[in-house]
Structure formats: C-alpha cells, structure tokens
C-alpha cells in the first residue's frame, strides 16, 4: 500500500477555487486548526515564525503513532511467527521455559518472562541472518500475515489521518522521518512504500551487526542483542546521531515518547509536539495510562503546560483505516 499522495491539477489562468483539504480524514475540531495554523506560520515567508525547509525538520513514532500496537507489537507477532517456524524445523532452539511458551503460544509466561525473555525471542528470531535476508524476509512476512483482531494486513493498520499529515507536512516543505523504537531493519522492509519515507530517514533500535563474506557474497550480518535502543532518552540522541538537528513538529503516543517531544520543543522557536490519545474502543483500541503497550501517563499530565496537542482519536478523526 502507498501512502496518500495529494496533488493539484494544473488550473486555468485566473481561476483560484480552493483547495482541497489536506486533513480530510481529521475532524474539523481545535486540535485540526492548531496543526493548521502552525504549519501555516512555520512555512508563510511573511510569518514571523516563519521557518527555512532545510530545518522544517519532522518526526514520529511509528507504533501507536503510525500504524497500530494492539494487542502486541508488530515486531513481537513477527517474532513469534518466525520463532514457531524454526522451532517446528529445529526444537533444539528452544534451549529455555521463555522461548517454548512462546512456541506454544503462551503470551502469559512470555510476559513473565520481561525483558530477558523478550530479547531472547528476538535474538532467534531476529539474528543470524543477514540485514538482506531479514529484510526480505519481514516483507514476505507483511505481504501474508494478518492482524488477529481486523484481519487486516499489517500495513493497513496505518492511521488515515497521519498518512494526510505526512503528506500535508511533506508539501509544507517539511521533511519528515520515522524515529521509533522498532527494530531499524524491520521498519526499512515496508516503511517507505507504506509512509512514503525513504529508508535513510528512518531511525530505530538495532542489533549487533558484522560485515561477513558468506559464500564468496559480501553481507551485514545481524547479531544477537541490543546495540542501540531508540526509545525514551534514546530518541533526542538517534536523532542528534541521525539528523543533526533539532525537529520542529513531532507526534507520538506514549511515554516512550516523551523526551522525543520535550527535546524539540526546549529549542529555539517554534514547534509543536502532538501525541495520539488511543480513545475509541469501538474503530480501534482504548488505552493509556494502565496499558502494558503504549502507556501514556506523564505526556497527559504535562501535554497542556508544554503547549503540546493532544489527538483524541475518537473525536479528532472522522476515520481511522484508510479505505
């Protein structure tokens, strides 16, 4: 699926009939007309917030941002898919409690299992292949798979509304990037054909790589662990890393997100934070503070003192899926 393109036909000389509306799928509410305004000043040369395109810089979070993390991440569902496939061919992998109930299908004990056995789902289902391969991979995986509740492919679970604020940012002379703390490799198998994208704009979490020759073929291999996680206090630093600027405009959902939000807006003139509030059960998900994905506690208490825009899924947008 591409992303939503907006272009305008060439007009006869002299007429002028109003553009269409580049958030169609949004509501017309105050949270609209604030992105509205300050994309407006932050691109009218005459403004005097008015900000050159080379720092017309934007970012989001990808889960719960962009597409979907209900009831579990992506990644992890394609973790534990490939986890099943290796072990039906292999059980010798499966060397620990947390890595058979995952191939039993037993979220309960791979919750118990925290962190440590989340990392050790990842590590066999993610490492000992190369960048190429797992990338190939992961698209094969994201051109089959379904979500369990919509039934839905996983790059349909992509929010309409976000899809029109990529693009009204990108002809805003905005440059936008993903900034996330999925795996790198992961997001590069379908972000720029889902988000439009490119993938050297894509910042995210990465494991261990080597440079190998395997069978005469000169690859990156990915490895087990966690060389950079791109989440929390890891965000402002991949974007320094990444970017190398501070971003003006930046959306996400959670609390992992918030010293993405707090960074861009601490810098010198204008930015807008906006952060994605989960709230229609019905369309969607409802959730936040309680949430074991996607919690939101302090970008709710403090979004209103920091000037920051809070999107209320259930009342902000007339639609969520794109058609």
């Given at each position: 699926?591409?992303?939503y393109v907006?272009?305008?036909a060439?007009?006869?000389?002299g007429?002028?009939?109003?553009?269409?509306?580049?958030l169609?799928?949004?509501n017309d509410t105050?949270?609209?007309?604030?992105i509205?305004?300050?994309v407006?000043?932050?691109?009218?040369?005459n403004s005097s917030?008015?900000?050159p395109?080379e720092a017309?810089?934007?970012?989001?979070?990808n889960d719960?941002?962009?597409?979907?993390?209900?009831?579990?991440?992506?990644?992890l569902?394609?973790?534990l898919?490939r986890?099943?496939?290796?072990?039906?061919?292999?059980?010798?992998?499966l060397t620990?409690?947390?890595?058979?109930?995952?191939?039993?299908?037993d979220m309960?004990?791979v919750?118990?299992?925290g962190e440590?056995?989340?990392m050790e789902?990842?590590n066999?289902s993610?490492?000992?292949?190369?960048v190429?391969?797992f990338?190939?991979?992961?698209?094969?995986w994201?051109?089959?798979?379904r979500?369990?509740?919509t039934?839905?492919?996983?790059?349909?679970?992509?929010?309409?509304p976000?899809?029109?604020?990529?693009?009204?940012l990108?002809?805003e002379g905005?440059q936008t990037w993903?900034v996330?703390?999925g795996?790198?490799?992961?997001?590069?198998?379908?972000?720029?054909e889902?988000y439009?994208?490119?993938?050297?704009?894509?910042?995210g979490s990465?494991?261990p790589?080597?440079y190998?020759?395997v069978?005469?073929?000169?690859?990156v291999m990915k490895?087990?662990g966690i060389?950079f996680?791109?989440?929390?206090?890891?965000?402002p630093v991949?974007?320094?890393s990444?970017?190398?600027?501070r971003?003006?405009?930046v959306?996400?959902n959670?609390?992992g997100?918030f010293?993405?939000?707090e960074?861009?807006t601490?810098?010198?003139?204008?930015?807008l934070g906006?952060?994605?509030?989960h709230?229609d059960?019905?369309?969607e998900?409802?959730y936040?503070?309680?949430?074991?994905i996607g919690?939101?506690?302090r970008?709710?208490?403090?979004?209103?003192?920091?000037?920051w825009?809070i999107?209320?899924?259930k009342?902000?947008?007339?639609k969520v899926?794109?058609?």
């Amino acid at each position: 699926m591409k992303r939503y393109v907006f272009a305008v036909a060439a007009l006869p000389f002299g007429s002028f009939p109003a553009l269409a509306d580049p958030l169609a799928s949004w509501n017309d509410t105050a949270t609209k007309a604030a992105i509205i305004d300050f994309v407006e000043r932050v691109s009218d040369p005459n403004s005097s917030d008015f900000v050159p395109e080379e720092a017309r810089i934007a970012t989001f979070d990808n889960d719960g941002t962009l597409w979907g993390e209900q009831p579990v991440y992506f990644q992890l569902i394609y973790a534990l898919d490939r986890l099943k496939e290796k072990a039906e061919a292999d059980p010798s992998i499966l060397t620990s409690d947390v890595l058979k109930a995952a191939a039993a299908g037993d979220m309960a004990a791979v919750a118990d299992g925290g962190e440590a056995g989340l990392m050790e789902i990842l590590n066999v289902s993610h490492s000992g292949l190369s960048v190429d391969a797992f990338q190939a991979d992961v698209a094969d995986w994201i051109a089959t798979a379904r979500h369990p509740d919509t039934n839905r492919p996983y790059n349909e679970m992509v929010y309409a509304p976000m899809l029109e604020l990529l693009d009204y940012l990108e002809a805003e002379g905005f440059q936008t990037w993903i900034v996330s703390g999925g795996g790198l490799h992961f997001m590069r198998a379908f972000a720029s054909e889902t988000y439009g994208i490119p993938i050297n704009r894509i910042v995210g979490s990465v494991t261990p790589t080597s440079y190998e020759v395997v069978d005469g073929v000169p690859v990156v291999m990915k490895g087990p662990g966690i060389a950079f996680q791109d989440d929390k206090a890891g965000k402002p630093v991949g974007i320094d890393s990444h970017i190398g600027r501070r971003p003006i405009f930046v959306g996400g959902n959670s609390d992992g997100d918030f010293q993405m939000l707090e960074y861009a807006t601490a810098g010198d003139g204008p930015a807008l934070g906006v952060i994605v509030h989960h709230t229609d059960a019905d369309r969607e998900y409802a959730y936040d503070r309680d949430s074991h994905i996607g919690k939101l506690v302090r970008g709710l208490d403090e979004a209103d003192a920091r000037g920051w825009v809070i999107i209320d899924m259930k009342e902000d947008w007339a639609k969520v899926w794109p058609e």
